[in-house]
């Protein structure tokens, strides 16, 4: 985009380094007080050599993610430590990107979706039924993780998997996103020097590869093009250059969406309703109302309308992406300020959802803030939590589905009690964890 004609000027920068060392153990804080001082408005963060731009305005995310979108690459310093997870399939850029979005967009149309939606159903109240039980103490983000893998897994890889490849995917995964959250915040230090972290990481990479790879070559071999998603993949894919290993990297991003996401962000929802007890009462009137004993099933879906808003806010104050750098690929201005070509530019969805210009009270849990006469009068790219433009997720309506089926499959039989006494704050990685281990224990909803 040319300049020729417009009036910029330089970013404030805002430090960050010295509130980061403030916050060592919630490095969260750092950016949330970078964004107040931003005011809104772009500013650039000082890391000392590297001083990414902070974009968290509503007009200057719909900038980059969609008016100028080309210009704004899912590449450098931020993407590079996960490179080897991710790939260059779907969650990568430029024609990798775009050739992995043609093959699985068809997978994700709502009617694809609706039509998986009664076989999660069955799947979820199974493993409801196996893995929990009353009087017992749970950790949360193991039951999650238990409860959503194998569901993705068996919907999207395969009944054929054994449950010990997918015992094994569930940590390395988990590992995956979290081992090397440290060069999220030195982005700086280039590949070649180890950090804490980079061990683990290529351990998580060879577990993975070590599960998927296999899958692929029994769908090659069985030839079956109608049995599931890697057959599907095989199928498209054919024997094009480098086909098992684009295959490899779009199956690592459906699981990686459909599960690491789906864990982080209903870890959040025990906390949250531990937090507000009005709130519970209204979500367990309607799952009592609605589902009753349960199980929960597909016909009941469209009439948790609360849980549904629940869920909606519950993304608002944590979306699991809750970081989105991109790099400036030509010179490009927003907001009047130039942005010279190769730069960093950081969006974040947990921080424009907490900008008091665009929300009313934004660090308040308030479900109704989603009913529909409210949706209507919000900007577009005030919320975004999962992405927006071309780069938008494939499926948060698959998520939506797999929160509805999840929380009210476990509380219409179920009331949780969380077993701490401390607030809860996110962890840094490039998901939003709650920052504590938590527990909870179970106690049959009958008796609640």
Not at 304 to 322: I, K, Q, S
Request: glycine fraction near 6%; proline fraction near 8%.
């Amino acid at each position: 985009m040319s300049l020729a004609g417009e009036t910029t000027h330089q970013a404030r920068t805002v430090p960050f380094l010295r509130p980061l060392a403030r916050h060592a153990r919630i490095p969260i804080r750092a950016f949330e007080e970078a964004s107040d001082r931003s005011g809104g408005e772009l500013v650039r963060l000082n890391m000392g050599p590297f001083r990414p731009y902070l974009v968290t305005h509503p007009d200057h995310v719909q900038h980059v993610l969609k008016t100028n979108q080309p210009n704004y690459v899912r590449a450098g310093m931020f993407w590079d430590p996960l490179a080897p997870l991710i790939g260059q399939g779907i969650l990568g850029d430029g024609a990798g990107w775009a050739a992995s979005r043609k093959i699985l967009q068809p997978l994700f149309t709502a009617r694809y979706v609706d039509s998986l939606t009664e076989r999660m159903a069955e799947i979820i109240n199974e493993l409801i039924d196996t893995k929990l039980g009353p009087g017992r103490t749970v950790d949360v983000g193991m039951v999650i993780s238990a409860l959503i893998h194998p569901a993705i897994v068996r919907l999207f890889l395969g009944a054929t998997i054994s449950d010990a490849d997918i015992e094994r995917l569930a940590p390395a995964y988990d590992t995956g996103v979290t081992a090397r959250s440290i060069r999220l915040l030195l982005p700086f230090v280039p590949q070649r020097i180890p950090l804490p972290g980079d061990r683990a990481f290529k351990q998580a990479i060879k577990t993975i590869d070590d599960v998927v790879y296999p899958r692929i070559r029994h769908a090659r071999s069985r030839g079956d093009e109608t049995a599931d998603l890697v057959s599907r993949l095989v199928g498209v894919r054919g024997d094009e250059p480098d086909a098992d290993r684009l295959i490899r990297d779009d199956m690592v991003a459906i699981h990686g969406a459909a599960t690491e996401t789906s864990v982080t962000a209903l870890s959040w929802v025990w906390p949250v309703l531990d937090a507000h007890p009005e709130i519970a009462a209204k979500v367990y009137e309607e799952v009592e109302r609605v589902v009753g004993n349960g199980p929960v099933t597909v016909a009941h879906l469209p009439r948790l309308t609360y849980l549904r808003m629940f869920v909606d806010e519950l993304v608002r104050l944590y979306p699991p992406g809750w970081i989105l750098p991109r790099t400036a690929l030509r010179t490009d201005a927003i907001g009047g300020v130039e942005i010279a070509a190769g730069s960093t530019v950081v969006m974040s969805p947990y921080l424009t959802h907490r900008l008091s210009a665009f929300w009313d009270r934004p660090l308040m849990f308030a479900p109704e803030r989603f009913s529909p006469e409210n949706e209507r009068a919000r900007h577009r790219y005030a919320y975004f939590p999962y992405a927006a433009g071309p780069h938008v997720c494939l499926g948060p309506r698959l998520f939506m589905m797999e929160a509805l089926l999840l929380i009210a499959g476990i509380l219409c039989r179920y009331r949780p009690v969380l077993q701490t006494s401390r607030p809860i704050a996110p962890r840094l990685a490039s998901t939003l964890r709650p920052g504590t281990e938590l527990s909870m224990t179970l106690v049959p909803a009958r008796h609640a």
